[in-house]
């Protein structure tokens, strides 16, 4: 649907209201999946080491790896 003023395009809305519906679960996808991440974090944090240890590595490896590899 579009609306006129002297006979020019003034601006126009989706007559489907379901593509406003799918604009609209678009919009909030972030801030609810904000939300259940902070409604579920524990504030637990691990570290790298700790990390790499649990996969049985360490630092040394990485190190003597080329960044350009």
């Known amino acids: ?17 379901l ?9 909030l996808r972030d801030p609810v999946l904000v939300h259940s991440r902070m409604v579920s974090d524990s504030g637990r944090r691990s570290s790298f080491d ?5 996969f049985g590595h360490t630092r040394e490896p990485l190190a003597e790896t080329a960044d350009d590899e």
């Open 1 to 17: 649907m579009v609306d006129h003023r002297d006979a020019r395009p003034l601006g126009g809305t989706d007559a489907n209201p």
């Open 19 to 27: 593509t406003e519906i799918k604009e609209v679960i678009a919009d």
């Open 50 to 54: 700790d990390v790499l240890a649990a």
